[in-house]
């Protein structure tokens, strides 16, 4: 409804001047309106942290593998000195 009203005083605005309690409810829409919007983002980034979190990193099993390949592969058997 405040985005209604919001885009209401809007395009009164293009064809008169508003009044000071106009101007006055449009300001206290439109804060409240960003204050929701920035509320529902920083809802958002934390619910995908979340799912990322209790899903574990599809790359994080692969990177464990590899490094445990080449931790097999850089062992050296045995060391011969002159032949013996």
Do not use: Y
Request: net charge positive.
């Amino acid at each position: 409804m405040a985005r209604e009203l919001i885009a209401h005083f809007d395009k009164e605005q293009e064809t008169r001047v508003l009044t000071q309690d106009e101007c006055a409810i449009h300001s206290q829409f439109k804060l409240m309106s960003l204050g929701l919007a920035s509320l529902a983002r920083t809802i958002a980034r934390q619910r995908a942290r979340l799912r990322f979190l209790r899903e574990g990193d599809a790359n994080t099993r692969f990177f464990h593998l590899q490094a445990c390949h080449r931790s097999r592969k850089n062992i050296i058997p045995a060391i011969l000195h002159d032949g013996a």
